[in-house]
């Protein structure tokens, strides 16, 4: 079984690898060393390791938060270029 641990998933004949096994980040073995948690559920080998997830989910953050922005503001842009009539219509 290569130094992971194997835990039963309910299915017949079915093992997975437990998620505590290896780096979320490196895939690095985490049997007998210290583990780094971050966000609950997500392991790490070390702190570099953990840091650096968290710089990607600060720059992933970063990018949708502008993104949104920019979408905001297209949407003011293109609401102010539009004109509004105010006529009544009937039709017999």
């Known amino acids: 079984m290569s130094g992971y641990y194997y835990y039963y998933s309910g299915c017949q004949n079915q093992y997975d690898a437990h998620y505590l096994d290896a780096c979320s980040l490196c895939r690095k073995s985490l049997h007998n060393s210290d583990i780094f948690m971050y966000r609950g559920n997500t392991p790490f080998c070390s702190k570099e390791c953990r840091g650096e997830q968290i710089e990607i989910d600060e720059a992933r ?12 503001s297209d949407a003011q842009n293109s609401s102010d270029n539009k ?8 039709v017999a």
């Open 83 to 90: 004109t509004v009539r105010a006529d009544t219509v009937a």
């Open 61 to 72: 953050e970063r990018n949708w938060k502008s993104g949104r922005s920019l979408r905001k």
